[in-house]
């Protein structure tokens, strides 16, 4: 997921409504720099340890290994990109933190639900390996060592894909399921161009919410284990495109989105590359 801004009280909001439309952009900018400033300080005062190679890793004591694993995680996965992309070049840092170093308040987010920080230009994952899995009401990884990478720990190159779209390619879909489709995607494509097993195999059964609607209107407040279920869908769906479309379909988003781009609504831009899979795609989670 990506950081997004919270839901403003009643008053406010009747104070927001009646500003030129040049004050809100100020301040909401103003906003966006005093977290910045804020999540900055945050990680100054935690005295994290660090990992010395690319990408910048900073870790919450007594999380050394887990830390260098998802590092090298990020590192392979830069590196597969880089080569099919070869004019972007990826910086960005990875913080490792437990849930004392974890602010959900700076963070837009519950302790171990992974995240990438435009604004900052961070990617922050939970230090504890079977947090996620737990958050979202599902079964400790069977692969306990920290060593090695499984199961939930594939969200970091998730995380990694909102900065591929978001920062070096400067795609903003406007659509919360079109993002987190696209770096489900992402990720889709490096775990199969490094003949990798796909985590998130099994689904949630009977989530309350399973509409498009549904996760534009209350995106991550649909609930941890709900959230899980729609990243899965997210993913079957992305299996669906992509034996026919495999990285080319990434390369289609960043060419719509480009300077010189048709810059189509991106919903509409993976309807017209199969029609058919989507639409039946639409129909089996409404069912």
Not at 95 to 103: A, F, P, R, S, T
Not at 170 to 194: M, P, Q, S
Request: hydrophobic share 40%.
């Amino acid at each position: 997921m990506t950081s997004k801004t919270r839901t403003a009280p009643n008053l406010l909001a009747i104070v927001l409504i009646s500003l030129s439309p040049f004050a809100l952009t100020a301040q909401y900018q103003d906003k966006l720099t005093q977290d910045k400033q804020a999540i900055e300080s945050l990680l100054a005062s935690k005295h994290l340890d660090s990992l010395p190679g690319d990408p910048k890793t900073f870790y919450s004591r007594g999380h050394a290994v887990r830390a260098a694993a998802l590092q090298k995680l990020i590192a392979n996965c830069e590196k597969f990109y880089e080569t099919q992309f070869p004019k972007r070049a990826f910086s960005v840092p990875l913080y490792v933190l437990d849930k004392n170093d974890w602010n959900e308040r700076l963070f837009g987010a519950p302790y171990a639900l992974p995240n990438y920080l435009p604004t900052n230009n961070l990617i922050v994952i939970g230090a504890e390996k079977n947090a996620l899995a737990r958050l979202s009401g599902q079964p400790d990884d069977p692969v306990t060592s920290d060593t090695i990478v499984s199961g939930y720990d594939y969200v970091a190159v998730h995380e990694l894909g909102h900065y591929f779209f978001i920062t070096l390619n400067h795609v903003r879909t406007r659509e919360h399921w079109v993002d987190e489709f696209l770096a489900n995607y992402f990720l889709i494509c490096y775990a199969k161009g490094n003949g990798l097993d796909l985590p998130f195999s099994e689904l949630p059964r009977n989530p309350p919410h399973k509409t498009l609607e549904d996760f534009e209107r209350l995106y991550d407040k649909v609930g941890p284990s709900n959230y899980d279920w729609y990243q899965k869908e997210f993913i079957r769906y992305g299996l669906k495109l992509y034996p026919q479309f495999k990285v080319e379909l990434i390369r289609k988003v960043i060419d719509n989105y480009s300077t010189i781009g048709k810059r189509v609504d991106a919903a509409a831009l993976l309807k017209s590359l199969s029609r058919d899979t989507m639409d039946t795609w639409l129909k089996e989670m409404k069912e």
